[in-house]
């Protein structure tokens, strides 16, 4: 994400769509590993490599403008470009948190301490990757699962961690405890980015809407939801079921098809295998 525009890679490769949400026009870059050799070094080099290529343009910028363009147009752009890059650099380059996420600094530190905080967080890239290769939630790895659950971290890596046994819980037909996780994480938002809230309303909205059949409520949380920082078929996945518990059965059916057409063009094929037997369920 870059101001307005935003590039997403699916199945079927990169789209370019709008960004919406104006606390992330600042910029976001995220991306999940498709296997876990080196997990803690691949973690590493992806992180690191936006503060660096800041850097380097910083520099580049600044040496094109001392040594060629010194008093031209193109010589005042670069200097610009390379003020500019650099102090992008000692932003993302110092620890801290914008809009409630963690800079670039601040992840590398977590990685090079280890600890539990680095420990819950290749977990949770491990399992990622098990769910972009195609295994949906129910089939996660018991073990890493047991073991992410009972780590601590940041607020935002353990509401990550716990949205994925939510997930987990849903996709085994474990209703009671997925519905008591999503309560927990509902009532534990204070310190999340506003986009992760509205991805919370969000799968309040659909379990709300899907499996309580309280339209009213659910129909609240959607309306709430609005930007959450999802792809766009699990937005659809909650309008579904929203229509759904309405009893607008046609509308529900035509999303429906829309829904499925862009959950079958995920990069996330777990999870996107899961959503849809989800929604399916909904019409038998």
């Not at 935002?156 to 927990?184: C, F, K, P, W």
Request: a neutral charge; charged letters at 15%; one cysteine or more.
């Amino acid at each position: 994400i870059s101001g307005p525009f935003k590039i997403v890679r699916t199945a079927s490769g990169l789209q370019f769509g709008w960004n919406t949400n104006l606390a992330l026009a600042g910029g976001l870059a995220a991306c999940m590993p498709v296997k876990t050799d080196n997990l803690r070094t691949q973690l590493l080099v992806m992180t690191a490599g936006g503060p660096l290529v800041s850097l380097v343009s910083g520099l580049i910028g600044l040496l094109v403008h001392a040594l060629w363009l010194s008093g031209t147009f193109w010589g005042f752009a670069s200097f610009i470009f390379g003020i500019t890059s650099l102090a992008i650099f000692v932003v993302t380059i110092f620890p801290g948190k914008t809009s409630g996420f963690m800079t670039d600094g601040a992840q590398i530190l977590s990685m090079l301490r280890g600890g539990e905080e680095g420990e819950q967080r290749a977990l949770f890239f491990i399992l990622q990757a098990e769910s972009m290769q195609g295994t949906r939630p129910r089939d996660y790895t018991a073990a890493i699962l047991a073991r992410l659950s009972a780590l601590k971290g940041t607020p935002l890596m353990n509401t990550s961690a716990q949205l994925i046994v939510y997930y987990h819980l849903l996709d085994r037909g474990d209703i009671q405890q997925a519905e008591q996780t999503l309560l927990s994480l509902s009532q534990h938002t204070e310190e999340l980015p506003d986009v992760f809230k509205k991805a919370i309303s969000l799968e309040n909205a659909f379990f709300l809407a899907a499996h309580r059949q309280d339209a009213t409520s659910a129909q609240s949380y959607l309306s709430a939801a609005k930007g959450a920082l999802v792809e766009k078929h699990s937005m659809l996945r909650a309008e579904v079921a929203v229509l759904w518990a309405q009893g607008k059965m046609d509308e529900a059916q035509d999303l429906a098809r829309q829904f499925d057409q862009l959950a079958s063009r995920s990069i996330d094929r777990g999870s996107a295998i899961a959503e849809r037997e989800w929604v399916q369920a909904l019409f038998r």
